[in-house]
């Protein structure tokens, strides 16, 4: 199942993705260390990179509700899909709520409880990631039809029929 949002030829949701993920997890690094008596700035960082992370992660999910829309009720690719949506939103709500509270204190750094939540909120993280890679890698969601190890540029408009016929089978 091709993917229903793409830039360039390329899904958008995958390009989307990888901000947030990078930027939470760089926010839970960077908080453990200013708790383990790191230098105060981190704590600041971790906070920023939470909003920037929050950011992105809505433009993702945005993105990505456009693709599970289009895959087919009662399948497991379905059933995949919205674990994975699920999840991730979970995710977001978890960084969302740390954001929050660190937003109305008097001091951007988040402590040992805020911290536990980041922690929570990366394993899962890691989870929605899986499950994003179950339904591309296993499942198919969001590949090109025409995709195969000798396949033309995303750039180049699609081929006829006729130009596929000499290309060589997939195997």
Do not use: C
Not at 84 to 106: E, P, Q, Y
């Amino acid at each position: 199942m091709e993917s229903r949002l793409k830039v360039l030829g390329h899904p958008v949701h995958p390009m989307l993705v990888m901000f947030p993920i990078a930027l939470f997890v760089s926010a839970t690094i960077f908080d453990i260390i200013d708790v383990a008596g790191g230098p105060a700035f981190l704590g600041e960082l971790a906070y920023w990179n939470i909003l920037v992370g929050l950011i992105g992660g809505v433009l993702a999910v945005m993105a990505g509700a456009v693709d599970l829309l289009a895959v087919p009720s009662g399948t497991r690719a379905k059933r995949v899909g919205v674990a994975h949506a699920s999840t991730n939103i979970a995710v977001l709500l978890l960084f969302a709520a740390v954001w929050a509270v660190r937003l109305a204190a008097d001091t951007r750094a988040a402590g040992g409880a805020l911290v536990a939540i980041e922690v929570v909120a990366v394993a899962g993280a890691g989870l929605g990631a899986w499950l994003g890679g179950e339904l591309v890698d296993r499942l198919g969601v969001g590949v090109d039809p025409e995709a195969d190890l000798n396949a033309s540029s995303s750039l180049r408009p699609r081929t006829t029929a006729a130009a596929s016929a000499d290309r060589p089978e997939k195997r």
